[in-house]
């Protein structure tokens, strides 16, 4: 009988290691870098795995900005917990924005939890699982969206003084990432196949202040922009007040940068902007919307608001919804206010009835919605280049430089027609027009 020869190292299999990320395209960010880190110490690592093994640690990378999204990530976790009692799986760790803000209060309330991370804890979550931190990873990770486009965090946490927001809270103070760091990581991706960066930040526009003492967005868009194989560079999260005009300059001169400028405003009448400490005034932020459409014609904006900030009287509300109308934003997302503890608006009373806020964002969506249909009807007949995304049952569904993943318009084209490899640009000509989507025939 042939016995196994013993000199030889039992080579311990390590558990597999399921990502969870809940929230924003930060979080998705910082899930992937975590991957990275797994994949590099050898790691099994999957992200958001249906199939589940007995032995799988899980991450729940978390979200902590507003009730709902809070619920979700409590859910979650209570989820996994109770999966974990049954055996189905093996550990359960969190991280991310929740834990960074509630960590004791979680700790004491869910103990079946394993480890609770926060938000710059990359080092000791992996210590935790058995992984090192390898610096030489830096600028690679575990992309969990389509390989095409990538989103690209530009820096950390705020420095803002908005009265309504508790990000600072839980990602802290600016930290811009260093440009030829940024240019490493992009040449990567780019090397990886991605032709479409989305830069994201907490605040966009404050890039490079705090490390290069001064703004240089634009001089970073310039050097992403000579990445060979990136096709477009996107904006998101730009912030109004102090808003770098150079960045458009960038814009016009390189055909990759993107003609899409994500700006959330939050609001416009002038007894509110000053509550919720934005820096910026109502005729300023109507200048600053038309500098920027005149600088670059035709650029697509988008914008986000909240609706029942405290205070809110319902003439504030009226100038925002005709200003909505006048504005004619491209694309545009509207939140209702959540009390948060420790934010400066904590100490006002929250005295818009949920139901008041919730029409209040229903009308103003109901308002943009028509304006997205008429904005929509006048792409017909005209031929965009689209980045196909997906295939999605009859359509191969993709989106123009105007239009950002997940939250924007999208282009669908008949698989029963045509034929197209998700991640590749293809000419549409539109041929009809929804609320929300466009459908076309791929043209030479
Ligand atoms: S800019 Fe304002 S709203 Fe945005 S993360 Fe910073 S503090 Fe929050």
Known sequence: MKTKRTDQPQKISKPRVNVVTLGCS???????????????????????AEK?????IIVINTCGFIDNAKQESIDTILQYSTLKEQGKVGKVIVTGCLSERYKPELE????????WFGTNDLQNLLHTVGANYKHELIGERLLTTPSHFAYFKIAEGCNRPCSFCAIPLMRGKHVSKPMDELVTEAKKLAANGTKELILIAQDLTYYGLDIYGKRNLDELLRNLSDVNGIEWIRLQYAYPSGFP?????AMNER???CKYLDMPLQHISDNMLKSMRRGITKQKTIDLVNQIRDKVPG????TTLITGYPGETERDFEEMAQWVEETRFDRLGCF????EEKTHAYSLEDDVPEEVKQERADAIMEIQQGISFEKNQEKIGK???????????EYFVGRTEFDSPEVDNEVLIDANLHYATPGSFVNVKIASAEDFDLYGQIVK
Request: glycine share 4%.
């Open 26 to 48: 930060k979080n998705i960010y910082d899930s992937e870098v975590l991957m990275g880190q797994l994949k590099g110490n050898a790691f099994d690592v999957v992200h958001e």
């Open 52 to 56: 589940l093994n007995r032995d799988d």
């Open 108 to 115: 004491a309330e869910i103990t079946n939890v394993d480890s």
């Open 245 to 249: 005009m150079e960045i458009l300059d």
């Open 255 to 257: 055909e990759n940068i």
């Open 299 to 302: 650029i697509a904006m988008r």
């Open 336 to 339: 209702t206010y959540s009390h």
């Open 383 to 393: 031929t965009f280049k689209v980045l196909i995304d997906k295939k999605d049952g």
